[in-house]
Structures are given as C-alpha cells and as structure tokens.
Nanobody, 121 residues
Framework: QVQLVESGGGLVQPGGSLRLSCAAS????????MGWYRQAPGKLRELVATMPSGGSTNYADSVKGRFTISRDNAGNTVWLQMNSLKPEDTAAYYC???????????????WGRGTQVTVSS
C-alpha cells in the first residue's frame, strides 16, 4: 500500500504564510507527478499546483505568484509554500500522487486525508 501524509495546515491572518508538506511512503517504485488540490465547503475540489518528475510546474490562476510547489530529490515529498494568503484560500488541502507501485507495477493515483487551512483575522 501507499500512504500520503500531509502536515502544516492551520489558522493564519490574511497576508500571512504557511508551508504544507506531504510525504509519500509504502510500496513505491516511482512517482510521476505530485500535487496539491483544495476543497472549500460547498465547492468542488480544485487543482492548486502540480509538479511532475522532471517537468514544469502548473498552478491555478488564483494562486500564481503567491504559492510555490517543490519536491525533494528523491521525489517522495512535496511542499506547498503559500504566501500572501487570502480568506478565499480557506479550504481543506489535499496531497495527490501518481504512483507506480513496487508490489505489482500498477499505476494508481493516491490522495492524502487533507489538512485544513483557514485564513481569517
């Protein structure tokens, strides 16, 4: 099995910063893309940022210039640096990974359980 564990959410004032982390572990042969999605109450889950192995990053228009996605050299950890946070960034943030499993070579998309980010004064 594969697990994704997020951390780093919390309550922050508008204009503040947070850094989210997500570590993948388990039966991993390789990870193609990793990314972050978010879901606010009453809304659909939306892409925030993705980062494929060796490829270019992709950001939602609403976070460009404020958020930065990065991965470690091993490729199993992804971070999301969030600056200049706005109340509309309030949501549960989910880590996502496109994994090829060591146990059977199959390719699956895995999700973390989410971490809450609340931007409020």
């Amino acid at each position: 099995q594969v697990q994704l564990v997020e951390s780093g959410g919390g309550l922050v004032q508008p204009g503040g910063s947070l850094r989210l982390s997500c570590a993948a572990s388990g039966s991993i042969l390789s990870i193609n893309a990793m990314g972050w999605y978010r879901q606010a109450p009453g809304k659909l889950r939306e892409l925030v940022a993705t980062m494929p192995s060796g490829g270019s990053t992709n950001y939602a228009d609403s976070v460009k210039g404020r958020f930065t996605i990065s991965r470690d050299n091993a490729g199993n950890t992804v971070w999301l640096q969030m600056n200049s946070l706005k109340p509309e960034d309030t949501a549960a943030y989910y880590c996502n990974a496109d994994v090829r499993r060591r146990m059977d070579g199959a390719r699956y998309t895995y999700w973390g359980r989410g971490t809450q980010v609340t931007v409020s004064s």
